[in-house]
């Protein structure tokens, strides 16, 4: 779980950092406040996760870690599409979107499933 939190911090590092780098001009202000909206986000989200009151809450605060990564890969991908930074410079933090998306998938799956079982 520490670890999830530190990787998470170290997601909404790299995005605070990428943003300053977006050129100045409506087109870079707007994706990088949207993208420093939802990668900010992952990491809140998470610890908020780590402190829930119940497995439904766990969940329901997971499942915004999930949207919000992949919201963050989908701001990623229009910064790129769109030519204000290139693939090599947004590529690893693309990655890391997709992969912290796909492990708020499956501890949700694993929560949902681990309620079943005690339940029967």
């Given at each position: 779980?520490?670890?999830?939190?530190?990787?998470?911090?170290?997601?909404?590092?790299?995005?605070?950092?990428?943003?300053?780098?977006?050129?100045?001009?409506?087109?870079?202000?707007?994706?990088?406040?949207?993208?420093?909206?939802?990668?900010?986000?992952?990491?809140?989200?998470?610890?908020?996760?780590?402190?829930?009151?119940?497995?439904?809450?766990?969940?329901?605060?997971?499942?915004?870690?999930?949207?919000?990564?992949?919201?963050?890969?989908?701001?990623?991908?229009?910064?790129?599409?769109?030519?204000?930074?290139?693939?090599?410079?947004?590529?690893?933090?693309?990655?890391e979107a997709?992969?912290?998306?796909?492990?708020?998938?499956?501890?949700?799956?694993?929560?949902?499933?681990?309620?079943?079982?005690?339940?029967?």
């Amino acid at each position: 779980m520490n670890d999830l939190k530190q990787r998470t911090k170290q997601f909404a590092l790299r995005v605070i950092k990428l943003t300053e780098s977006l050129p100045n001009g409506r087109v870079g202000d707007v994706l990088g406040r949207q993208l420093l909206r939802s990668g900010t986000s992952v990491a809140a989200n998470y610890r908020s996760a780590c402190r829930a009151r119940s497995v439904a809450d766990f969940q329901s605060k997971m499942g915004i870690v999930e949207e919000e990564a992949d919201e963050s890969a989908l701001w990623l991908e229009l910064i790129t599409e769109s030519g204000q930074m290139t693939a090599e410079k947004t590529a690893s933090l693309l990655a890391e979107a997709s992969e912290l998306t796909a492990i708020a998938v499956a501890s949700i799956r694993t929560s949902r499933i681990n309620s079943r079982t005690k339940k029967a």
